[in-house]
């Protein structure tokens, strides 16, 4: 019994990989850089608009920890199309729901939509992209917030920085050496301009990957207007 289990195991783990890389996807890149990922998924009629930008708490300077983070909270407070504290109810009015997430390697932001609705996706990501506001209210707003996320997850939690006084020890200077959270005293002592600039830097066209997945008709998608549209002004 003790010698089947093992053999079980590796089987169902190689099912698993075999399905896994079966995954059929179109792979362009337009003329300001993006990349763009297009699977065609008829399940069920919904659809994933996702943009991953090749941004993380190792891009970030040794004085200014937490950016990557930072924004991924930021970048929700609306843009020059999309007043205050709209973003997510575009989303839940039209019977989706988002996220974004952040490691030291990338940030993340997703929608799970309604296919009917992947307009709707494509236009908030071009807005995060290019029109967010990065501006003081939003800022102070969201500073509060991942401090009190810092207490509550890691200053304030049994063994919380563990990790992050591990890496100190670890390396003298690494990309990966302080966590995607950042400083305390980083977050307080950052200005609008610090902001801007990381905007700037980081979230543009050609530093990021598009992926749209689901209940879609790839060559409609590539040509049919939602795409083209939302993205050929960059």
Known sequence: MKGIIPFILAFIFSLTTAFGQNIKFVEYELSNGLKVLLHEDHTTPN??????????????????????????????EGSDNIGRGEFDDYIS???????????????????????????LGLWLESERMLHAKVEEVGIETQREVVKEERRLRVDNQPYGRVLEESMKRLYTKHPYQHSTIGSMDHLDAAEEKDYVQFYKDFYRPDNAILSIAGDIDIEQTKTGGCLFQRYSAW
């Open 47 to 76: 659809v994933v608009v996702s943009v991953m930008y090749h941004v993380g708490s190792k891009n970030e300077k040794p004085d200014r920890t937490g950016f990557a983070h930072f924004f991924e909270h930021l970048l929700f």
């Open 93 to 119: 009015e039209a019977g989706g729901s988002n996220n974004a997430n952040t490691w030291y390697d990338r940030t993340f932001y997703y929608e799970l939509l309604p296919s009917n609705q992947l307009g």
